[in-house]
């Protein structure tokens, strides 16, 4: 009998060790994006964190949505609607905001069908009123500072930090921020594995891999296992929030190390036949040029 006890005590703990944990700290679902924003509510991080916020605004964290809308209504009508013939739901809308809004993951339902209507409108009615009006509300999805300093703080290891607390910020230091908010720190956030977490693979609930870029992959295969030791952070960060890439020309110089030798020589007299005046030294030269790749990936990616 305490034999069985005992086991059904072993049970029960590993069912609380291991079992689910739930992500959804909050039971609340919006039916509006005002909703939504409000819940992750990012309005007053500027009164404080000004030059942070100019960063981030400037960068391609805070353009998410409306700079993929063209491919986004690609994946809803040639992909879901044409070739798999699969309803346009959450959890398939999910594939491509879990990680160009994650906000989206409390949406209602009916939200996140309107959102994928609205992403369609937004593409296909571009520069009409309509078209224009969908992008000015979508505008206010993106991976804002709640996206990483609340939702994803957390959930690169779910199981072993548990879930996250509704309202608390997430940091680097967990530094006391007095009366204005909570603050708790998340050493995850200076690893790059909370960076892969989006850029990366994700795999969505129904077990289906999307693969947006493969940045993650060949950090790890070809940088990390070769000895490199600076992380996303430390290469991405050092301008702060701004989080240049590809697309700024001098983040670009820095991942390209270019090394010219020009090696001059003359040719024997005689040795080229289509010379005018055989005999003659032909000045030549040997140019090795060495391209190194400097980034701690392969580049470019997307
Ligand atoms: C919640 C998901 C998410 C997290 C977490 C995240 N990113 Fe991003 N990141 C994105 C998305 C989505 C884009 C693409 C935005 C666009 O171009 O529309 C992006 C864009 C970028 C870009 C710009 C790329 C370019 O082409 O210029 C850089 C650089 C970047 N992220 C670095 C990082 C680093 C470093 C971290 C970790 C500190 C990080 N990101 C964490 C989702 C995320
Ligand atoms: C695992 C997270 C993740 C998922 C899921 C994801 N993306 Fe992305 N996406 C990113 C990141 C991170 C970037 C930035 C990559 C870079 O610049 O190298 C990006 C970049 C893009 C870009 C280029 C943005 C620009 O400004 O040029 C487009 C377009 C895009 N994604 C569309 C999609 C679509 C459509 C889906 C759904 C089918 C999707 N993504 C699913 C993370 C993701
Ligand atoms: C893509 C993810 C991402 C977004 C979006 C983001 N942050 Fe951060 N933030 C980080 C990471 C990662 C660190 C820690 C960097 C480190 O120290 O390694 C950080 C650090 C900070 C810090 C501490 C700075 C310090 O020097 O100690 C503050 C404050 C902060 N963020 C505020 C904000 C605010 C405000 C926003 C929105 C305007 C925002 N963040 C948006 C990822 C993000
Ligand atoms: C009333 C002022 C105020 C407002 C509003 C505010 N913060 Fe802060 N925050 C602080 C102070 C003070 C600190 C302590 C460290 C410092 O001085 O930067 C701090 C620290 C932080 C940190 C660093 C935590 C760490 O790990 O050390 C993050 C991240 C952060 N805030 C994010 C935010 C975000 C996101 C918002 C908006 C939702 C926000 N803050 C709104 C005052 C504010
Ligand atoms: C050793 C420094 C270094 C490390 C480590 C590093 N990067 Fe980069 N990254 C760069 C440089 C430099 C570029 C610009 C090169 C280019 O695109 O030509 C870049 C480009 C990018 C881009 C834009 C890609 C494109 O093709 O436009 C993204 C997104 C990005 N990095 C994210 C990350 C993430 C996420 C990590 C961690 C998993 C990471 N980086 C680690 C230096 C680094």
Request: hydrophobic share 35%; charged share 25%; aromatic share 6%.
């Amino acid at each position: 009998m305490r034999k069985i006890r005992l086991l059904i005590l072993l049970f029960v703990g590993a069912a609380l060790m291991w079992g689910p944990v739930s992500l959804q700290a909050m039971d609340k679902e919006a039916n509006t994006i005002d909703e939504l924003v409000s819940m992750f509510d990012e309005s007053s991080c500027i009164d404080c964190h000004e030059e942070i916020h100019n960063q981030w605004s400037d960068s391609w964290h805070a353009q998410s949505v409306v700079s993929s809308l063209g491919s986004i209504t690609s994946f809803i009508e040639n992909g879901l609607k044409k070739e798999w013939e699969t309803e346009v739901t959450k959890g398939q809308m999910l594939k491509c905001l879990d990680c160009h809004a994650p906000v989206i993951n409390y949406a209602s339902e009916k939200l996140a069908v309107e959102i994928a209507e609205m992403i369609v409108t937004a593409a296909k009615e571009k520069g009409k009123p309509a078209g224009d009006a969908a992008k000015k509300e979508l505008a206010k999805l993106r991976v804002g500072c709640l996206s990483c300093h609340n939702l994803k703080a957390l959930a690169v290891a779910p199981h072993w930090n548990g879930p996250r607390e509704e309202g608390m910020i997430y940091g680097p230091h967990g530094e006391d921020a007095g009366d204005a908010h909570e603050t708790l720190e998340s050493i995850d956030m200076t690893r790059s594995a909370f960076c892969m977490q989006c850029h990366g693979i994700y795999t969505a609930a129904d077990g289906e891999t999307i693969q947006c870029n493969t940045l993650s992959g060949s950090y790890q295969n070809a940088y990390v296992a070769k000895g490199g030791s600076n992380t996303c952070q430390d290469c991405h960060m050092d301008g702060g929030h701004i989080f240049h890439g590809g697309r700024d020309l001098d983040m670009v110089k820095k991942g390209i190390g270019f090394n010219v030798q020009i090696n001059p020589y003359k040719h024997l007299p005689g040795q080229i036949k289509d010379v005018k005046e055989p005999g003659k030294w032909v000045p030549s030269a040997v140019v090795t040029i060495f391209i190194e790749n400097k980034a701690g990936h392969r580049i470019p990616d997307g």
